[in-house]
């Protein structure tokens, strides 16, 4: 991924962390693309410096409960990127994952 240019997808999975859905299976259900799309863009979008990542802390966790999540947020190029992308894409523009929504709850 060159800098300066997002595809459609990509532009789509960052808007998403933008608005705060910050691991892969929120933007796989907020998105509804397919989780080989999502992981490999997240991967180019943290290596392009447009988002960065960490692990999920957990403490006192039960035995048998799910691993940690790698959280995404994006960075200030990610924030100039997607604002490039959105007028490239209109419809980014008219989507319908904006902050007043509320994220799923993880069924873990």
């Known amino acids: 991924m060159s800098k300066g240019f ?3 997808s990509s532009a789509i999975i ?9 691991h892969g299976f929120d933007i796989i259900d907020v998105t509804g693309l397919p989780g080989g ?4 863009a997240l991967r180019r979008l943290e290596d392009a410096g447009y988002l960065k990542s960490k692990w999920e802390k957990l403490t006192n966790r039960p035995q048998g409960a799910r691993p940690p999540r790698r959280l995404y947020e994006i960075t ?3 924030q100039a990127a997607l604002e490039d ?3 490239r894409y209109r419809l980014l ?3 319908d994952f904006t902050q ?5 709850p993880s069924k873990a």
């Open 6 to 8: 997002l595809t459609f």
């Open 14 to 22: 960052l808007q998403a962390v933008a608005n705060e859905y910050r």
């Open 37 to 40: 799309t999502v992981y490999p």
């Open 76 to 78: 200030r190029a990610g």
């Open 85 to 87: 992308a959105v007028k």
């Open 93 to 95: 523009e008219q989507s």
């Open 100 to 104: 007043e929504r509320e994220p799923k």
